[in-house]
Structures are given as C-alpha cells and as structure tokens.
C-alpha cells in the first residue's frame, strides 16, 4: 500500500491499493477532488523524469523489473511469517513471465511487491532501472498508474460503475480529455471483445467477461507492464484460455511485458519463463523450450 498519500484539503492519509482508483477523498466531510491531486503527482514524476536512484552497473534497460534479496516478512501477534526470503529476479523488457508456485508460496506478496502496492523488509525492486523505495508518494503513484497495469484474480471492477467507466476512470488521472477516453475505452473494449457491453455493470456481466474488463482496464494508460494475479483463477477453461490469449496477443503485439501469478498449467504455453517459487524463494526458473510438458494436451483439454 502507498504510505503518505494526503488529502490536499483535509490531510486526511489516504491508502490506495491500485493505481488511480481513488477519485474522491474517503472523508465524507470533505470529499475533495483528487483528480487534481493525483495530476499533480504526474507533472511532478516528469519534471524529475526518474533520473534518481538508478544503478549505474546497468547501462542498458534490458531488464524492465529487477529485485535485489527480496524479504517479506508479515508479523502477525507473536508469529513472523516469512512470505518472501530473499527473491533475486531479472524480468526482461516485452518478456512473458509466469511465477508459478502452490497457495502460500509468496505468489502475491512477489506480485505486490513489484506493483508497487506494498513494500518488502528487505531488499530493493528496480523498475526501469529506478529503486522504486527511493519514490516518494506522488511519483509511485505516477508509476503504478502509467508504466504498470493491474488485473486481479477476483476482477476488482466498481460495481457501480459501466464497463467503459471502469476502463476509463484510470485516464482521468492521465490527464485525457473526455472524448479521448470515451474513444481509447471503447476502442481497449472492442479489442477484448466487448465492443457490445460497453454500458453493462460488472453483475450485467459473466465473470470472463468481467475480467476482459479488467484485461481492457489494465490497459487504459498504456502501461509497459501489465501484471496479473491468478487472472484465470475463478474462470472456467475455456474463458481462462480467453484471457490468456489476450495477454499473449498484447504480449506478441504490443512488447508488453506480462508477469502472472498462476497455477494453471494454460499459462505454460503462454510463457517464455516459468519462475517456479516455494516457500519464499526461487526454486528453479525454466524457459519454455525446456519444458518438457505436452502443451499440446493443455491446449486440447482447454477445449474441453
Ligand atoms: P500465494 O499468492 O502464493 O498464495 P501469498 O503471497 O498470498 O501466497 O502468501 C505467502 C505467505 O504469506 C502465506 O503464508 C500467507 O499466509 C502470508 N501472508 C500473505 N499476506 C499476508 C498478510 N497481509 N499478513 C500476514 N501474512 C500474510
Ligand atoms: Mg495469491
């Protein structure tokens, strides 16, 4: 989560769990207008166009994502959980990555940790070569909304809002204007296939059609990640398929880098590197070729 993020007009903490989401502040005696807020932060991340913090034993960006000895621990009363201990990670630019590993193995806390939406113990995550603990407030928030894109297992659509509202609620904090968000929403809705639900609510919609929505969402601002957390979890086989299909297209067609969170085997085909953790930590990296799996059962069970 976001430490230091204030209300401009009542200094109220605010906490944002995913880039842009928050338009309004959450104090109901004062309900200011964060837009300005938030585009603020945007002009203020470009002026120092991230020329600190950066490791000079790089001197090209070949690695999009990097994390140094990566701890996480939760405490808990008494009890330290030890979520992540020591995750070293170098993810390529336009890279698909896979981080596959059984329920409780860190998947998330990795996934979070990277997003930007929490901080580790230890150790230091570089995006585009910037340590992300050197950013303050605004400037995290300026890069969780316009360099990552978020999609979630359970789709974290606004119930209240239509399916174009949501994809185009995290332009506002862009800076685009009306008509270019109504032509860049529709336009991310009808490459997920949904060019005909463009008024329907989250509940209006079957849950791979919501998470398409999520898909087009993650998109709004053209991010140079998309991040994905168990984004076929709660989706049948053939609707799974769907999403990954899309991720891999974006991938393929765009140099998107795409790093999931997953124990669907689908996502194997998908992906040029399976990161495969247990317990905290890397226990191997594979490459696709390597595999030794029959993705061609995979891909044949998913028509099932
Ligand atoms: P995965 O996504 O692979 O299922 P998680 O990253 O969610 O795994 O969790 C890794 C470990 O950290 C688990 O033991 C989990 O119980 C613990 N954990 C995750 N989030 C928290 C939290 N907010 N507070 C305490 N423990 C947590
Ligand atoms: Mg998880």
Not at 101 to 109: A, E, F, I, M, V
Request: proline share 3%.
């Amino acid at each position: 989560m976001a430490e230091g993020l204030k209300c401009p007009k009542c200094g109220l903490d605010i906490e944002t769990t995913e880039a842009g989401l928050i338009s309004v502040c959450p104090n109901p005696q004062c309900r200011a207008d964060l837009t300005s807020l938030m585009m603020q932060a945007q002009t203020g991340a470009k002026k120092r166009d991230y020329t600190i913090a950066r490791d000079d034993s790089v001197t090209t960006h070949e690695f999009i994502v990097r994390t140094k000895g990566l701890v996480k621990a939760y405490k808990m009363g008494e009890v330290i959980v030890q979520a992540l201990r020591g995750v070293q990670l170098d993810i390529r630019r336009a890279e698909y990555l896979s981080i596959m590993g059984p329920s409780g193995s860190g998947k998330s806390t990795l996934f979070n940790m990277i997003g930007g939406l929490d901080k580790p113990s230890e150790g230091t995550v570089f995006i585009d070569e910037v340590d992300m603990a050197q950013l303050d407030a605004y400037e995290l928030a300026w890069l969780r909304c316009r360099k990552i894109g978020y999609i979630f297992q359970t789709f974290n659509l606004i119930p209240v809002m239509t399916a174009l509202e949501n994809v185009t609620l995290p332009m506002i904090f862009a800076g685009m204007t009306t008509d270019e968000m109504m032509d860049r929403g529709k336009e991310l809705l009808e490459m997920v296939g949904l060019g005909d639900r463009l008024h329907h609510k989250p509940l209006e919609l079957s849950g791979g059609q919501q998470q398409r929505v999520a898909v087009a969402r993650s998109l709004a601002n053209a991010p140079a990640i998309v991040l994905a957390d168990e984004p076929t979890g709660n989706l049948d086989l053939r609707t799974g398929r769907e999403i990954i299909d899309l991720l891999q297209n974006l991938n393929r067609d765009s140099g998107v880098t795409i790093i999931s969170a997953t124990h669907d085997l689908k996502m194997i085909e998908a992906s040029d590197r399976i990161v495969h953790i247990r317990d905290g930590q890397i226990e191997r990296i594979e490459l696709r070729s390597e595999i030794e799996i029959d993705i061609g059962t995979i891909g044949g069970k998913a028509e099932i």
